[in-house]
């Protein structure tokens, strides 16, 4: 006897076995009960997700002469000549390869004729948006108004390409995917059934991989246990088979990423292709790792939505402490970016290396993704290191950031643009201003940078083109550059944040500003006290009121 794939050994057959579509399996048998059955429906979903099994166990259970609960039995004698393919109540038509009109005439002539046994002729039409226009249009009536004993059940995984005349007549339900969860607890009843040892560990990788088809990981396992039959199943096994990448390696190329150790970068990747490894399977489960480092950054209750022992949670935590947020936003947005190219690229290899290197020399670039990321590294060097960083550094940072600003958001005014680099060139004013406003000025604007990054959230990206000046006796005033930055900047909640870290870190009562910056508008005043207007008045000071 010929050896059977596990994804048609163990098709469900009864609703009892469908796993994951729980509301879809109620509904159901809930309408075979109470015999309110349906003339059109129409099962959508991705791939792997029951569609085809659901309408198979529908067709035997509206026939079955002794149905249980809805369930068919599958042991009366329609039952079986419907699941052995026999029986010519139940007709399943492929509409990839039978699209033309001519196909749907001839089932327009069909369903003239009654069952010859049982209450109802069921046509399964599969992959239903693959049908013509035409046959569309002389599937219509027949759809609409057919014969009392008879039911359509349409299939699709493209439900966006069937026209809205046809989704009109049918009762719809969406299949979701199926969760990891469920899929992995599925895999070990089978695997236990079928005498496969296999590690959790393995299962769960499969689950994931298959990402929400049932029959995916069911193929899967079927591949892996073929090439390790006898042996125990391993994880290792399973990374071997399907051309993975463990998650140790994720975890060094991140560090050699956020440690800007391009060459280290570019030899792991050597080492995975020399391996045989899959790239598109390592650049999609790159992704991955940084969105589960991402969470636990982000979310208060990230441990419960990741799938994964108490020890690579540990691992995840330290590593998760190592990079911001922002940087790894642009990490995960870099990766997604090359996701999309490696699909049609002859040179997969070659666009990983270019990301890896987009990710290590962030100075390579003029996005502003890049160039922010960049300034975060100066600024712990001058916090930690005290590193002197030269005016040029400086100078040509500054003038990226404006240029990749740019490039990012609308384009400006001719008028503004204009006028910008001669109000930068132009001599700085000085003004004068009480000892005490000075002096809580020039505190503020010293420590600004770190003030901000530790606020964080929505202040750090809002706060990172501001200007802080003088507002009046115990007041400082922020002066924003962008429209939006304005809006979030000037949230009461954001101020009262801002003034309560100054009163804990500083003992100051000082209170918080805005402002949006004019279009033209010097932004290199020069503040001194009286006492220096006082020993420097032959200067050209401007004294404030």
């Known amino acids: 006897m010929s050896y059977t794939a596990l994804y048609r050994k163990w098709r469900p057959a009864s609703f009892e076995d469908v796993k994951g579509q729980d509301p879809i399996v109620k509904t159901l048998k809930n309408q075979i009960s109470a015999g309110r059955i349906g003339h059109a429906y129409l099962f959508c979903g991705t791939r792997g997700t029951g569609k085809t099994s659901i309408a198979k166990i529908f067709a035997r259970a509206v026939n079955c002469e002794h149905p249980i609960q809805g369930s068919p039995c599958n042991e009366c004698e329609i039952c079986r000549g419907i699941a052995s393919g026999s029986s010519m109540n139940v007709v399943e038509i492929d509409a990839a390869s039978n699209n033309g009109v001519d196909n749907i005439r001839e089932i327009r002539e069909q369903v003239q004729y009654p069952p010859t046994e049982g209450k109802y002729r069921v046509y399964i039409i599969d992959e239903v948006h693959m049908l013509s226009t035409g046959a569309f249009n002389a599937l219509l009536k027949t759809l609409e108004e057919p014969p009392s004993y008879v039911i359509f059940i349409l ?35 089978l695997t236990a059934a079928e005498n496969i040892p296999a590690e959790d560990r393995a299962l769960t990788y499969i689950a994931r991989a298959a990402d929400g088809s049932m029959r995916d990981a069911l193929s899967l396992l079927d591949q892996c246990v073929a090439f390790h039959y006898g042996t125990l199943l391993t994880y290792d096994n399973v990374l071997e088979v399907l051309g993975a990448v463990d998650a140790t ?3 060094q190329l991140l560090r050699a990423v956020n440690a800007g150790q391009t060459g280290d970068c570019i030899r792991k990747l050597e080492e995975l292709v020399n391996q045989g490894r899959e790239l598109g ?36 935590r330290e590593e998760a402490g190592m990079v911001d947020g922002d940087t790894l936003m642009r990490y995960i947005r ?20 270019m990301a890896l290197i987009r990710l290590t020399k962030p100075q390579m670039e003029q996005t502003l993704d890049s160039v922010l990321q960049r300034l975060d590294v100066l600024e712990e060097r ?5 590193a002197a960083v030269s005016s040029e550094q400086l100078q040509l940072l500054t003038t990226q950031l ?39 000025l020039e505190l503020i604007r010293r420590d600004w940078g770190k003030i901000v990054r530790d606020l964080g959230g929505a202040i750090r990206p809002s706060f990172r083109e501001t200007v802080v000046e003088p507002g009046g006796e115990g007041c400082l005033c922020i002066v924003f550059s962008g429209e939006d930055s304005y809006a979030i900047g000037s949230r009461p909640t954001v101020l009262g944040a801002l003034e309560d870290y100054v009163r804990e870190h500083y003992q100051k009562e000082i209170y918080f500003k805005v402002r949006r910056k004019e279009n033209g508008e010097r932004m290199n005043v020069i503040y001194v006290s009286d006492e220096e207007l006082k020993s420097a008045i032959h200067m050209d000071i401007v004294t404030e009121d």
């Open 155 to 189: 299939a699709t995984t493209e439900v966006n390409r069937i026209p809205i005349t046809v989704l009109s007549r049918c009762q719809r339900y969406d299949f979701k995917r199926i969760g990891m969860e469920t899929v992995g607890a599925r895999l070990k009843e």
């Open 249 to 251: 390696v994720f975890s």
């Open 281 to 316: 399977a390592l650049v999609a489960d790159f992704i991955w790792y940084l969105r589960n480092l991402l969470l636990l950054k982000t979310a208060e209750d990230a441990e419960d939505m990741l799938e994964m022992s108490e020890d690579n949670l540990k691992l995840l």
């Open 334 to 353: 870099v990766f997604s970016e090359l996701s999309g190219q490696m699909k049609y690229a002859p040179q997969k290899r070659v666009l990983i290396e």
């Open 382 to 386: 001058l916090e930690t290191e005290g």
């Open 402 to 440: 404006g240029l990749a600003a740019r490039n990012d958001a609308a384009p400006a005014s001719a008028a503004v643009l204009g006028k910008e680099p001669a109000a930068r060139d132009a001599m700085p004013q000085k003004v004068a201003i009480p000892k005490a406003q000075l002096e809580d």
